[in-house]
């Protein structure tokens, strides 16, 4: 039975008899379903030459610059949800804000190169300043990660950090670290999502008619397969490859951008997606589960059925996506003769 084939109203129910083989096969995946993050506090001799303005500009290809792609300019910010940002401190959210200005300039820029960090052997943004909005760098790192995972649109930044006592610096995976090429990819890309996009918005009129469009589209068009790029929309976009990060990115993305509500919500091994549908209230979606599963077991799901194929603590938000994202309600949701 196809995804597409599943009439809308079909909900997930505690008593679903085959929970047990759904289990199994969920569980089948969830050793290689992880979130790939990584933290560095930048040494001494580092930290040095990142004051002293001496990291290495790396251009790693004497033909590099050559291409004449440009990105063509749109309005960068309607990806994300903003819900989290009610929740942070007037601190947090300028840092927030400080993120997407850079994040903005480097997908903008197709003249901008990331930096190289030897010692690290990784590519790396701009440092965006932290220490004087009074934030700790614990602080500043979370607002990183929710930033990265809820701005899926900056395909080339992956989830590897360093930081001083001042700044953070958000690494960029090797293909993207000129700003030529990264324009070529970007192009690549929304020309996907930008499809993506209207295909979810054809007839299509209520936030769970939206949802379900987009949902049933990920489960056609991509696979699970690991990958290079597997924690970016990258993945998703252009390789119809991904894991659980390419899924839930992918399908806030769509929904954002067009006007429902949805926020990646991120666990120690899993992405999923909280998001607001016509009632006003915020359910439960992992089309990554559904695309393993073959149905719509998770779509629009409240609290107690999100967990219900879990093995252990696959779908428990950790911090700081337990303080910014929002509450899922306790219910499933009940599909409307509207919806």
């Not at 927030?96 to 052997?121: C, G, K, M």
């Not at 990784?122 to 990265?148: H, K």
């Amino acid at each position: 039975i196809t995804v597409a084939s599943l009439p809308k109203n079909i909900q997930p129910s505690a008593q679903d008899e085959d929970i047990q083989s759904a289990q199994m096969m969920v569980n089948a995946y969830v050793a290689d379903d992880t979130i790939d993050v990584c933290v560095y506090d930048i040494n001494t001799m580092t930290a040095s030459m990142i004051d002293d303005g001496v990291l290495e500009q790396h251009i790693y290809n004497a033909d590099a610059g050559v291409s004449g792609a440009s990105v063509a300019q749109r309005d960068w910010t309607i990806y994300d949800d903003e819900y989290g940002l009610s929740k942070m401190t007037d601190s947090e959210r300028q840092y927030y804000h400080r993120l997407e200005d850079a994040a903005v300039q480097y997908i903008s820029d197709n003249t901008l190169d990331a930096f190289y960090v030897s010692s690290y052997d990784l590519y790396v943004t701009n440092g965006i300043n932290y220490s004087e909005l009074g934030l700790s760098r614990t602080d500043a790192i979370d607002v990183a990660r929710y930033f990265l995972y809820n701005n899926p649109q900056y395909y080339f930044l992956k989830a590897h950090f360093l930081s001083s006592s001042t700044a953070v610096y958000i690494g960029c995976y090797d293909a993207f670290v000129h700003g030529s090429d990264r324009a070529e990819a970007t192009n690549r890309v929304f020309d996907v999502i930008d499809q993506w996009i209207v295909s979810i918005n054809d007839d299509e009129i209520t936030a769970y008619d939206k949802l379900l469009s987009a949902h049933n589209l990920l489960c056609n068009e991509l696979d699970y397969v690991n990958g290079d790029f597997d924690q970016s929309i990258y993945s998703a976009a252009v390789q119809k490859e991904t894991v659980c990060a390419g899924y839930a990115e992918a399908l806030s993305l769509m929904l954002n951008a067009s006007g429902v509500s949805s926020t990646t919500v991120v666990s120690d091994s899993h992405a999923w997606n909280c998001v607001q549908l016509d009632d006003g209230i915020y359910y439960g979606v992992d089309s990554t589960w559904d695309d393993i599963l073959g149905g719509h077991m998770l779509l629009a799901v409240g609290q107690s059925d999100i967990t219900k194929y879990d093995k252990a603590v696959e779908h428990i938000a950790i911090t700081p996506w337990t303080e910014w994202a929002p509450v899922m309600s306790d219910v499933s949701y009940s599909v409307s003769t509207a919806s």
